[in-house]
T-cell receptor, first 114, second 115 residues
Framework: AQSVTQLGSHVSVSEGALVLLRCNYS??????LFWYVQYPNQGLQLLLK??????LVKGINGFEAEFKKSETSFHLTKPSAHMSDAAEYFC????????????FGQGTRLTINP | EAGVAQSPRYKIIEKRQSVAFWCNPI?????LYWYQQILGQGPKLLIQ????????DSQLPKDRFSAERLKGVDSTLKIQPAKLEDSAVYLC?????????????FGQGTRLTVV
C-alpha cells in the first residue's frame, strides 16, 4: 500500500525566500506523484505531477519538484516566495496513474511573511 | 469551461440525522470521486465511479454512507445516521477515463458539521 509523509505541518518563509516543502512516499510499485494546492474554502488544484518521464518536474506558479527514487522523495520548491503562495499544500501518490485512487499526505500550511 | 459543482457549501446537522451532498462533474468526465477531508488531514478517497459503476469503495463506511451516480453524470453522497466524527469537508472530483496523464479536478467541497 502506498503512503505519503509530509515533513512539517507548518512552514513559514519570508517573501522572496526559497520555498521548500518536503514529501516522502512509500510505494511497492513505481509511483505517480502529485502536488496539489488548496486555498482557503477552495478545492484542490494540481500544481504538478510526476509520471515516470523527467525526474525534475515543472509546474504552475513557478513551482517545481524533483523525484529522487533513492531517497523516496518528491520535494516541492520555488526559488522566490510570493504572498499569493500562502496556502495548504498536499503531496499525493498513486500506483495506478493519473487521477486514480490518490493517497494524500496530511498537508503543509505555507505562510509567507512580508 | 465550468468546473465541478457541489452543493450545499455548508451544512450543520445534529448527530443521528441524515444528510445528502450533490455533485455535478465536468462535462464529459466519466470518472467521479468522493473524498473526505477531516480538519488537519489530507483528503481520503471514499468512492470512485466510472460512468455509473463503482470502481472502488473500499474505504466507504457502508453501514452509514451510500453514494450513487445515476445516468453516469451527477452523484449524491448520503450519510445516515451521521456521527460527530463525520464532521469534515466532502470533496467531489472528476476526471477523464484512463491512467497516466489524467488529472482530477476538484470542486469547492461541502463542509459538514455534526453537533
Amino acid at each position: 500500500a502506498q503512503s505519503v509523509t509530509q515533513l512539517g505541518s507548518h512552514v513559514s518563509v519570508s517573501e522572496g525566500a526559497l520555498v521548500l516543502l518536503r514529501c516522502n512516499y512509500s510505494s511497492s510499485v513505481p509511483p505517480y506523484l502529485f502536488w496539489y494546492v488548496q486555498y482557503p474554502n477552495q478545492g484542490l488544484q494540481l500544481l504538478l505531477k510526476y509520471t515516470s518521464a523527467a525526474t525534475l518536474v515543472k509546474g504552475i506558479n513557478g513551482f517545481e519538484a524533483e523525484f529522487k527514487k533513492s531517497e523516496t522523495s518528491f520535494h516541492l520548491t520555488k526559488p522566490s516566495a510570493h504572498m499569493s503562495d500562502a496556502a495548504e499544500y498536499f503531496c499525493a501518490v498513486s500506483d495506478k496513474g493519473g487521477a486514480q485512487k490518490l493517497v494524500f499526505g496530511q498537508g503543509t500550511r505555507l505562510t509567507i511573511n512580508p | 469551461e465550468a468546473g465541478v459543482a457541489q452543493s450545499p457549501r455548508y451544512k450543520i446537522i445534529e448527530k443521528r440525522q441524515s444528510v445528502a451532498f450533490w455533485c455535478n462533474p465536468i462535462s464529459g468526465h466519466a470518472t467521479l470521486y468522493w473524498y473526505q477531508q477531516i480538519l488537519g488531514q489530507g483528503p481520503k478517497l471514499l468512492i470512485q465511479f466510472q460512468n455509473n459503476g463503482v470502481v472502488d469503495d473500499s474505504q466507504l463506511p457502508k453501514d452509514r454512507f451510500s453514494a450513487e451516480r445515476l445516468k453516469g453524470v451527477d452523484s449524491t453522497l448520503k450519510i445516515q445516521p451521521a456521527k460527530l466524527e463525520d464532521s469534515a469537508v466532502y470533496l467531489c472530483a472528476s476526471s477523464l477515463v484512463g491512467q497516466g496523464n489524467t488529472e482530477a479536478f476538484f470542486g469547492q467541497g461541502t463542509r459538514l458539521t455534526v453537533v
